[in-house]
Nanobody, 126 residues
């Protein structure tokens, strides 16, 4: 059984930066794809970014391109989300998700991911 634990959330001002971490315990085969989603109250959870372990390939939601960077530490089976130039629309609970190899056309779909963390709150104040 894979467990995901997020950390690094907090409150920053507009234009600030935060780095989220996701530590995965369990088989690396089950965490070939690691991603970040986010959710605000009253809205559906939305895809933010994904990284594939073997290839190191990444894919982002359009609105975060150039501001967010997803990376991972293969040895530690961990993923990170470096967020810069944050704005109030980035305020949300951020979730780490993982699953076996997920094809590009499915990365935005929650059901493609087998494992989820509990979430970490990110608040951007104006």
């Amino acid at each position: 059984q894979v467990q995901l634990v997020e950390s690094g959330g907090g409150t920053v001002q507009t234009g600030g930066s935060l780095r989220l971490s996701c530590a995965a315990s369990g088989g690396t085969g089950s965490t070939e794809s690691m991603a970040w989603f986010r959710q605000v109250p009253g809205k559906e959870r939305e895809f933010v970014a994904v990284i594939w372990r073997r290839e190191g390939r990444t894919y982002y939601k359009d609105s975060v391109k150039g501001r967010f960077t997803i990376s991972r530490d293969r040895a530690k089976n961990a993923a990170f989300l470096q967020m810069t130039n944050l704005n109030t629309e980035d305020t949300a609970v951020y979730y780490c998700a993982a699953g076996p190899g997920i094809i590009l056309s499915s990365v935005r779909q929650e059901r493609a991911y087998r494992y989820w963390g509990q979430g970490t709150q990110v608040t951007v104040s104006s």
